[in-house]
C-alpha cells in the first residue's frame, strides 16, 4: 500500500507568475478554495514585462487596488521616437506626448511602468493578507482527467511525492508548459531569430522618466523608466555578430559586449547595471485553452513579440476572465456551459494578436527599403494621428490599453441599447467631481449587477430585489451620453465589467430573465 499522501482542492493552479497570481487573487476574492504551487524557489528575479495598461489597472480597482499600483508604478507621459542611421548618427523622428491620452475613457488614461519582479512580489503580498501561501519549490509531475475530476501528481520541496485530486486544473506554467503538454495541445507559431537583451541600469545625470524608442536596419534600443527609485530598463537586440548560438542560454553576451553600441543608441552613459539578461522570443497561440477540466491561461497559451507592451496584461485578462467563472459554477449558480465561453472570448484576441505584434515587429526591424519606410514614414504617421487629433487618440488608446476587446461573438453577450453592446467592456462615466464614486465604483462587488442610467420603473426595481439582482442607477448625463449608453436603457453587467445584456424599451425584467434561464444563469447563490 503506498504511503503517498493523498488531497482534494476545487481547483489546483500551476504557475505562480502575474497570471497565476492574478488568477488566485481573482478566486480567493471570491472565497473559493486552490492550491496555488510554482517550481521556482519564490517570485520572479527577472523583469521582462514592464507596463501595466489601463484594462488591467480597472480589473484591479475592482479589487480595491489600483491605487496602490499607480502609486508603486512611474507614469510614462512621453515617448521619442528616433532612427538610428548607418553612420552612427540618431535623428529623433517624432516626440509623442502620452499624458492623458486615454482622457474620458478610463480613469487610468496613461501608460504606467512598473515591472513584473516587483509586481509579482505586490501580488504575492496581496495573496498572504488573505491568508494565501503560494507553495514553491513545487512542481506538477503529471496530471489525467475524467468526467468527474482531475488526478494530479505533485512533487514537494522535499522530493516526496503527493496526490491531488482537484475539480479543475488551470495552467499558468509559461511557454514549457506541463498542463498544455499533457493535455497534447498544438501550439503553433516560430520564434524570432533575433537575440534580445534586457537590463536594469542607472544613468549617470539622474533619473529619466520618458520613454526612448530607437530603431534601425535590424536595430531596437528602448529605453523606459520602471522603477520608482530611479532605474531605467533598457530592452534591444544584440548585434547578430554576438548572436551567432541558436539558444539565448547558449549565447554568452554580457553588457560590456554591447555597452558602447547601447550607450550609443540611446544617447546615455550607464553608470551602473543592475541586472542583464538575454533571450528569444515567440509568437505562438494554442490549438485550444481549455479541454475538458483543463484551462490554459497567459504565456502557457500564447506568446507574442514585446511591441505594444500587451503580453502579460493578456494572461491578466485571462485570469480575470476564467476566475469569475470558476467561482460561479463552483458556487452552483451556473452550469458548465459558462466555463466554455472562456475559450471562445479569450483565444480570438490572442490570436489576433500574435499576428499583429509579429508583422509589427518584422516592419519595423526590416532591412532595406520597405523597413525605412515604416520607421520614416509609417509609424511616426501612425503616431501622430494617434496622438495630435481626438479621434487618432481615442483609437490608440482603446488599442494599447486593452480596452477596446469585447466579446460580441460570445454566448454570454446579447442585445443593443445607443452604441453600446453586448460583449463590450462597459464604458467609463467620469462622475466629474474627485468623490470617485462614477459608474465603476460598484464593480467592487465582483458580481452580477444591473445598470441603468436615467429612471427605472418601480416594476424593474422590484422584479431585480426578486432575483437579487443588484440595481445601479445612475442620473442622465451628457458623460454618459458621450460614453454610447442610452437613456433608461437596461446594461446587465457581468462579474468583470463587460456587458452581458444591452436592451431598452418595454418588458426590460423579462428579458432579463430570459437571458439568465437560457444560459443557465442565477445572480444570487
Known amino acids: 500500500m503506498s504511503s503517498e ?7 489546483l493552479i500551476v504557475g505562480a507568475g502575474p497570471t497565476g497570481l492574478v488568477l488566485a487573487l481573482g478566486l480567493a476574492r471570491r472565497h473559493v478554495a486552490f492550491r496555488l504551487i510554482d517550481a521556482a524557489p519564490g517570485p520572479g528575479q527577472q523583469s521582462r514585462a514592464m507596463v501595466v495598461q489601463a484594462r488591467t489597472l480597472e480589473f484591479y480597482r475592482q479589487f480595491g487596488l489600483a491605487d496602490q499600483v499607480v502609486g508603486a508604478g512611474v507614469k510614462v507621459e512621453t515617448a521619442h521616437l528616433r532612427e538610428a542611421h548607418r553612420d552612427g548618427g540618431i535623428k529623433e523622428v517624432l516626440k509623442v506626448d502620452f499624458s492623458d491620452l486615454g482622457k474620458g475613457q478610463s480613469p487610468y488614461p496613461f501608460l504606467l511602468a512598473y515591472p513584473q519582479d516587483d509586481h509579482e512580489r505586490w501580488l504575492v503580498g496581496q495573496l498572504q493578507s488573505l491568508g494565501v501561501t503560494v507553495e514553491w519549490d513545487t512542481r506538477l509531475e503529471r496530471f489525467s482527467q475524467d468526467a468527474r475530476e482531475v488526478h494530479a501528481r505533485l512533487i514537494r520541496p522535499d522530493g516526496s511525492g503527493e496526490a491531488l485530486q482537484a475539480d479543475y486544473i488551470c495552467g499558468c506554467d509559461g511557454v514549457r508548459s506541463v498542463v498544455r503538454e499533457t493535455l497534447g495541445l498544438d501550439f503553433t507559431g516560430g520564434t524570432y531569430e533575433q537575440l534580445y537583451y534586457v537590463a536594469d541600469v542607472t544613468i549617470e545625470g539622474g533619473f529619466e522618466r520618458d520613454l526612448f524608442f530607437n530603431l534601425g536596419e535590424n536595430t531596437l534600443a528602448l529605453m523606459l523608466p520602471v522603477r520608482s527609485r530611479g532605474v531605467q530598463r533598457l530592452i534591444g537586440l544584440v548585434p547578430s555578430s554576438l548572436a551567432s548560438a ?8 554580457d553588457f560590456e559586449d554591447i555597452r558602447a553600441e547601447v550607450e550609443r543608441l540611446v544617447e546615455v552613459k550607464v553608470d551602473q547595471v543592475n541586472w542583464f539578461s538575454t533571450y528569444r522570443v515567440s509568437h505562438r497561440v494554442a490549438g485550444h485553452f481549455c479541454k475538458d ?12 513579440s514585446p511591441a505594444g507592451a500587451q503580453g502579460m496584461n493578456t ?3 485571462d485570469a480575470i476572465n476564467l476566475a469569475w467563472k470558476l467561482a460561479q459554477v463552483l458556487d452552483e449558480r451556473a452550469d ?3 466555463l466554455a465561453t472562456y475559450e471562445s472570448e479569450r483565444i480570438a484576441f490572442a490570436r489576433r494578436l500574435a499576428a499583429s505584434t509579429d508583422a509589427a515587429f518584422k ?13 520614416r514614414l509609417l509609424l511616426p504617421l501612425a503616431y501622430k494621428l494617434g496622438t495630435r487629433w481626438q479621434f487618432g487618440r481615442y483609437v490608440l488608446f482603446r488599442m494599447l490599453s486593452q480596452i477596446g476587446i469585447h466579446y460580441g461573438d460570445s454566448a454570454l453577450s446579447h442585445g443593443r441599447a445607443g452604441r453600446v453592446a453586448g460583449g463590450d467592456r462597459l464604458p467609463w462615466v467620469d462622475s466629474g467631481d474627485t468623490t470617485g464614486d462614477d459608474n465603476f465604483a460598484s464593480l467592487v462587488s465582483l458580481d452580477w449587477q444591473l445598470h441603468v442610467y436615467g429612471r427605472a420603473d418601480t416594476v424593474l426595481a422590484a422584479g431585480c430585489a426578486s432575483m437579487k439582482l443588484p440595481l445601479q442607477v445612475f442620473e442622465w448625463s451628457e458623460a454618459a451620453y458621450r460614453a454610447g449608453l442610452a437613456r433608461d436603457a437596461a446594461y446587465l453587467i457581468r462579474p468583470d465589467g463587460y456587458v452581458a445584456l444591452a436592451t431598452e424599451g418595454d418588458n426590460l425584467l423579462e428579458q432579463i430573465a430570459e437571458y439568465a434561464q437560457t444560459r443557465g444563469l442565477r445572480f444570487a447563490g
Open 336 to 338: 458548465s456551459r459558462l
Open 293 to 304: 477540466r483543463a484551462f490554459l491561461l497567459g504565456d502557457a497559451g500564447h506568446v507574442h
Open 5 to 11: 499522501s493523498s488531497t482534494q482542492t476545487p481547483i
Open 315 to 317: 494572461g491578466i485578462g
Open 363 to 375: 516592419r519595423v526591424v526590416a532591412s532595406g527599403t520597405d523597413g525605412a519606410l515604416a520607421r
Open 246 to 253: 541558436d539558444d539565448a542560454e547558449t549565447t554568452q553576451v
